[in-house]
């Protein structure tokens, strides 16, 4: 049985991780999105960095929903 208990720690540990991950990712979705707002001139290399971001951003939310983590840091 004490296996089955550290496996619930492991997925515990990794879940809260995912979730800093994921609040990290998105205070610099959110960054990037604000330059956004305020660019005049879309450069493509810019245009690559968000669109990064934001596929990160959303890949990791997914994640997020696949492993049934709860809690409003992901709202």
């Avoid at 998105?26 to 669109?51: C, L, N, T």
């Amino acid at each position: 049985m004490p296996l089955f208990k550290r496996t619930s720690k492991l997925k515990r540990s990794y879940d809260e991780k995912l979730v800093e991950l994921i609040s990290r990712q998105r205070k610099q979705f959110e960054s990037y999105e604000k330059i956004k707002g305020m660019a005049v001139d879309d450069q493509p290399e810019w245009q690559a960095h968000y669109k990064l971001q934001k596929a990160t951003y959303y890949y990791l939310f997914k994640e997020a929903r696949i492993r049934k983590i709860n809690g409003n840091i992901l709202n």
